[in-house]
């Protein structure tokens, strides 16, 4: 895998304010896919930025700014190239930021797996601000017997998620970082034959390891 190249100079841009421009990913995937699956994953963006638009994280930054650095993490340091993991990537969180966006219009519009991945890595974020804990373990459950695809999304998110945290992207950093060591962490450890899940692993362990000193 390539290393990452993120570790930015002092003067310039905060990691949490960078994000992937469209001209950008379109650069990075011309001449790795079809014509058919760079439409796919460049319409998968735009459906993003739309859905994404208005929301702000913790750290005042644009979420759609994460959802671009999800897929710039898939094909830069993992080198992934596959037109509906990006796109899931990029959509990843659409179905919990959307009231009228679902399953079966991302199934019209990208297909069957890519609506599945999204599909899985959503939670109900109503139920989980009553009852945080009990959702984030049900969802580690469903991770268990989801593809690897799905796993990769989410590890991917929560390594930029790591990244954004020195920028006081959540409110309990710690209860963050102990959940993703002790839940998620060993779905990608029991996979070993997965390169991309490895570096992931590593990856997360090293910014744990930076945050808490």
């Known amino acids: 895998m390539k290393q990452p190249y993120f570790h930015l100079e002092p003067s310039a841009t905060p990691y949490n304010r960078t994000f992937l421009a469209k001209d950008e990913l379109e650069a990075r995937l011309r001449d790795a896919m079809d014509i058919l699956d760079l439409h796919k994953v460049l319409s998968a963006y735009e459906l993003a930025e739309s859905v994404h638009e208005s929301i702000i994280r913790n750290d005042g930054t644009p979420f759609f700014y994460h959802s671009t650095r999800v897929c710039k993490i898939l094909i830069d340091e993992l080198e992934c190239f596959d ?14 930021d959307s009231k009228t966006l679902t399953k079966e219009v991302l199934e019209y519009n ?8 999204v599909e899985t890595l959503t939670k109900d974020l109503e ?15 469903k991770l268990k017997n989801a593809s690897e695809d799905c796993l990769l999304i989410r590890l991917a998110a929560r390594l930029d998620n790591f990244r954004c ?11 963050y970082i102990n959940n993703t060591a002790e839940r998620y962490i060993p779905l990608a450890e029991k996979r070993p034959a997965n390169k991309r899940l490895q570096y992931l692993v590593r990856e997360l362990k090293k910014e744990r390891n930076k945050f808490l000193g």
């Open 165 to 175: 945290l020195e920028f006081n992207l959540k409110r309990n950093p710690i209860l």
């Open 83 to 96: 037109a509906d993991v990006l796109s899931a990537a990029l959509l990843h969180d659409v179905l919990e």
């Open 127 to 141: 139920v989980q601000r009553q009852k945080p804990d009990e959702v984030d373990l049900a969802h580690v459950e």
């Open 110 to 117: 990208f297909g069957q797996y890519v609506a599945y991945i």
